[in-house]
């Protein structure tokens, strides 16, 4: 079993910049993939920006060049960096994991932190 709990969200004014940390118990190094997701009231969670555990990064168009996924599997870390946070980036953040055993795949989510930009 694997418990995922993020921190560092916050109020933030636009055009500045949270690093969210996602800290997993169980060692995350089997973890094959890990993500943010967000979510916006009224609207649909929606992936933010994935990793592999070897690494490979993808992200959505419109966070492209400003947050940067990372992850330590000696700290079971994983980190989102959102730098010139615009106001549409405000909404609830969910750390996301998967893991395989056999050919079962386990889906975890952190309860979420909250994101919110001023003006």
């Known amino acids: 079993q694997v418990q995922l709990v993020e921190s560092g969200g916050g109020l933030v004014q636009a055009g500045g910049s949270l690093r969210l940390s996602c800290v997993a118990t169980g060692t995350i190094s089997s973890i094959k993939t890990m993500g943010w997701f967000r979510q916006a009231p009224g609207k649909q969670r929606e992936l933010v920006a994935g990793i592999t555990s070897d690494g490979s990064t993808n992200y959505a168009d419109s966070v492209k060049g400003r947050f940067r996924i990372s992850r330590d599997n000696t700290k079971n870390t994983m980190y989102l960096r959102m730098n010139n946070l615009k106001h549409e980036d405000a909404g609830v953040y969910y750390c996301?994991?998967?893991?395989?055993?056999?050919?079962?795949?386990?889906?975890?989510w952190g309860q979420g932190t909250q994101v919110t930009v001023s003006s």
């Open positions: 996301y994991g998967n893991q395989w055993v056999a050919t079962m795949r386990y889906d975890y």
